[in-house]
């Protein structure tokens, strides 16, 4: 039940507590200072003298906590002063394992629990108390707190600690959530006091006046959705505010449920994209926003980076990876496996390993970039009795597939007898040669039975010389113009010699479609460069501009398909560029210039309105009715959809 309790004391006090809240509330967010947090839970992080030193450091003049607020390990007399500036903290708060007295948490408003120690505890006050003497946590004046949004409370073992056996828990966690619970029972220790008589709910976080249980939530009438600042229906908060309010609009509350955008608080931020009648596309918003933790920023803060859906993040999420697009650290979706760098021979824990073997080869999966040495021996396949190292399967060098640069050497001296070509490196693209062999070479290829080197993505060796030696089967090499690769200033020797016989050779020549530039094995493929067109990594004689599938159209030299929102032409062009505004002809649906598969629906545009088109005769997009607030299927308000429409 609502606790309905009016008195004039009780309105005084709960009108002087909200106001000091208020000094810390929403209207000073935009400058409040964030600090990461941790998640080492119970570890201790050296000895006591250096775990403090790394709380001080990760919280002080900290407002609001990203993660968790974890103080464990404090030894009696610490200086936690650092603490009394925390007003917010977006995972769990973590109490544990401390000999201190008090812990000075007056200013904390809210917990988020967007994390949860043992994925059920939003507050977890865990064993503060030394049995082996008379010292612990006493009292936790955490006076300010209003409001634990997600997750439930857990104390134990806290031997002296008082004044929590009144507190109203009801008023400041969601118990609707059914979280779990585990309070303390009955305060009997005879140390403690009761809270002072001027705590006229009968609550309190200590026995001082100033330490009563600010009530949010209990108090409140029935007309009241949320929080509240007091018992009359006038006094109910925005259905925005969290932590409680000292008015009705957004702009006067604690704390946001959701979003802080420069004092008002919302359920979202400004979005980055809205849809723009012009254009008729998704154009960027000026007024646009990232999330950075619950506060709308304009910029994301140094060294984080951006997602696609507007998040201020540290690290990007599988399947992206980190890009620098016009000075703005993003996550892009990767196309194939994202960039991953791995340490090559010579790097890491490869420092003093030889060759690549059944023991490393696992550490180069999905890499596509090595920063090292790769060396490929007679060991590699024979396996080495004396450090019981296994023979490598010859299926398992598919791992270098991936692989895009190799910044050290190549050296490749055995190899397998059922390769004809060193195809699992055919998508390095480069060797950049910053280590080489012997010191003078980044590419060697020698005395192993291949037929043609396939190294058909190579176009730069930054620096060093190539050595491709005594090769008795290997064709390709005589004609091929080396000196394309090079980019360094000195002068590279290039030692191609003792390969496959001339007379053998002979009929072994590049594709036609090839320029004389040479290539690196059989077939249109392997061009080191095209006479006429190339699609993806294949010289073609012609793009499908008029035929063909898929249709495409031509920039330079090279094939490019058209948008799969254009309709394939007969007899004429299909699309004059990349993009769905390029097409000649539409697939499905035109929206202004843009070819789409449907048209918009429930999108966002200016000023806040939600855009609805339906298709017309002829598959042009057009607008609904400003009425039409869930769609529609024709033009006017008889063409709104029946739950939407406004009669």
Known sequence: MKNTRNSAAMQFKTGILLASLLALGCSGLQDKKVCQGISNKLTRLGTHEDHYNNLVRMYRNCTVVLENLEITYVEENRDLSFLKTIQEVGGYVLIALNNIAKLP????????????????????????????????????????????????????????????????WNDIVDFKANPEMVLPAVNNKPHCQKCDPRCSN???????????????????????????????????????????????????CLACRAFQDDGTCKDACPQLMLYDPKTHQLEVNPKGKYNFGATCVKNC???????????????????????????LRKCKKCEGPCPKACNGLGMGNLKDVLSI?????????????????????????????????????????????????????????????????????????????????????????????????????????????????????????????????????????????????????????????????????????????????????????????????????????????CDSECQPQNGTDTCTGTGPDKCTECAHFKDGPHCVPKCPAGIPGENNTIIWKYSDASKVCQLCHLNCTQGCKGPGLSGCDHQGGVP
């Open 105 to 168: 948490l007056e200013n904390l408003q809210i917990i988020r629990g967007h994390t949860l120690y043992d994925n059920k505890y939003a507050l977890a006050v865990l064993s503060n108390y030394d049995k082996n003497s008379t010292v612990g946590l006493t009292e936790l004046p955490l006076r300010s707190l209003t409001e634990i949004i997600k997750g439930g409370v857990k104390f134990t073992n806290n031997m002296l600690l008082c004044n929590l056996d009144t507190i109203q």
């Open 202 to 252: 009968g609550s309190c976080w200590a026995p001082g006046p100033d330490d009563c249980q600010t009530l949010t939530r209990l108090i409140c009438a029935d007309q009241c959705s949320g929080r509240c600042k007091g018992p009359k229906p006038s006094d109910c908060c925005n259905d925005h505010c969290a932590a409680g309010c000292t008015g009705p609009r957004p702009t006067d």
């Open 301 to 327: 803060p140094h060294n984080y980076v951006v997602t696609d859906h507007g998040s201020c993040v540290r690290t990007c999420s599988s399947k992206t990876y980190e890009v620098d697009e016009n000075g």
């Open 357 to 561: 073997n059944a023991t490393n080869i696992d550490s180069f999966r999905d890499c596509t970039t090595i920063n090292g040495d790769v060396s490929i021996l007679p060991v590699t396949f024979t396996g080495d009795r004396f450090t019981n190292t296994a023979a490598l399967d010859p299926a398992e060098l598919n791992v270098f597939k991936t692989v895009k640069e190799i910044t050290g050497f190549l050296l490749v001296q055995d190899w397998p007898a059922n390769l004809t070509d060193l195809s699992p490196f055919e998508n390095l693209e480069i060797i950049r040669g910053r280590t080489k062999q012997h010191g003078t070479v980044s590419l060697a290829v020698v005395n192993i039975q291949i037929s043609f080197l396939g190294l058909r993505s190579l176009k730069e060796i930054s620096d060093g010389d190539v050595v491709i030696r005594n090769n008795p089967n290997l064709c390709y090499t005589d004609t091929f113009q080396w000196n394309k690769l090079f980019k360094s200033d000195k002068e590279a020797h290039i030692r191609v010699s003792l390969n496959g016989k001339p007379d053998k050779c002979a009929a072994h020549v590049c594709d036609e479609l090839c320029t004389d530039e040479g290539c690196w094995g059989p077939g249109p493929s392997m061009c080191f460069s095209c006479q006429f067109h190339i699609r993806s990594q294949e010289c073609v004689e012609k793009c499908n501009v008029l035929q063909g599938d898929p249709r495409e159209f031509v920039e330079g030299t090279r094939c490019h398909q």
